[in-house]
Antibody, heavy 124, light 104 residues
Framework: QVQLQESGPGLVKPSETLSLNCSVS????????WSWIRQAPGKGLEWIGY???????DFNPALGSRVTMSLDTSEKQFSLRLSSVTTADTAVYYC??????????????????WGRGTLVTVSS | EIILTQSPGTLSLFPGDRATLSCRAS???????LAWHQQKPGQAPRLLIY???TRAPGFPDRFSGGGSATDFTLNISRLEPEDFAVYYC?????FGQGTKVEIK
C-alpha cells in the first residue's frame, strides 16, 4: 500500500524559506502529479502546486514565484520550497498524489492519496 | 480557472438523517472530473468520490455522488456518527470552501 510522509522543520522565521520533503513508500513515482496542498488553521484547502516525474510542474498563481518543487525519482521523494514566508504561510502542509487525465480542456487531476500533513509555523 | 462554490457552509443533522451537499462550478467540468474529499478533525483529507460518482475504496454505499456540467451533489443516505466531518469538492487545483456536517 502506497503511503506518503511529509518531513521538515516545524518552525520557520519570517522572510526565510520553508522546505519540506515527501517520501513515497512503495509504488511508482512516475505517472502521477506529486502535489502539495496546505490548510491554514481553521481554514479550507489550498492547492500549492505539483511536479511530474518528467520535470513538468504547475503552481498556484496566487503564490507567484515563491514556489519551487523538485522530484528525486531514485529516492522516491519530492520537495517543496516556499520563499519569503510570512505568518500567512502558517499552515498544515500535505503532500498528495494526483491522478491526471487529458481532455479537450487540458490536463485535469484529482488527489487520490494524501500524506498525514505537517504543521509549519512561521514565527520569529 | 474554475471556481467551486459549496453550500451550505454548515449542515446540522441528526444521526440517521439524509445529507445533501452541493458543489457548483463557475464553468462546465468536462467529463465530470469532480472529486469529493472527507476530512475528519485532526486528520488529513481522504478521497471519497471521483469522476463525480465513483466511490473510492473503503467507503460504504450510503455515500453517493451525482450531477454534471456545473452542478454536483454528494449525498449521505443515513448519517452514521463517523460521517460527521468536513467535505470538500475538488477539480484539478481548485477546492470548494468545504461543507461541515455536524451533529444537531
Amino acid at each position: 500500500q502506497v503511503q506518503l510522509q511529509e518531513s521538515g522543520p516545524g518552525l520557520v522565521k519570517p522572510s526565510e524559506t520553508l522546505s519540506l520533503n515527501c517520501s513515497v513508500s512503495r509504488g511508482s513515482i512516475s505517472s502521477y502529479y506529486w502535489s502539495w496542498i496546505r490548510q491554514a488553521p481553521g481554514k479550507g484547502l489550498e492547492w500549492i502546486g505539483y511536479v511530474y516525474y518528467s520535470g513538468d510542474s504547475d503552481f498556484n498563481p496566487a503564490l507567484g514565484s515563491r514556489v519551487t518543487m523538485s522530484l528525486d525519482t531514485s529516492e522516491k521523494q519530492f520537495s517543496l520550497r516556499l520563499s519569503s514566508v510570512t505568518t500567512a504561510d502558517t499552515a498544515v502542509y500535505y503532500c498528495a498524489r494526483g491522478r491526471w487525465f487529458y481532455d479537450t480542456s487540458g490536463y485535469i487531476w484529482y488527489f487520490d492519496l494524501w500524506g498525514r500533513g505537517t504543521l509549519v509555523t512561521v514565527s520569529s | 480557472e474554475i471556481i467551486l462554490t459549496q453550500s451550505p457552509g454548515t449542515l446540522s443533522l441528526f444521526p440517521g438523517d439524509r445529507a445533501t451537499l452541493s458543489c457548483r462550478a463557475s464553468q462546465t467540468v468536462n467529463n465530470n472530473y469532480l472529486a469529493w474529499h472527507q476530512q475528519k478533525p485532526g486528520q488529513a483529507p481522504r478521497l471519497l468520490i471521483y469522476g463525480a460518482s465513483t466511490r473510492a475504496p473503503g467507503f460504504p454505499d450510503r455515500f453517493s455522488g451525482g450531477g454534471s456540467a456545473t452542478d454536483f451533489t454528494l449525498n449521505i443516505s443515513r448519517l452514521e456518527p463517523e460521517d460527521f466531518a468536513v467535505y470538500y469538492c475538488q477539480h484539478s487545483g481548485a477546492f470548494g470552501q468545504g461543507t461541515k456536517v455536524e451533529i444537531k
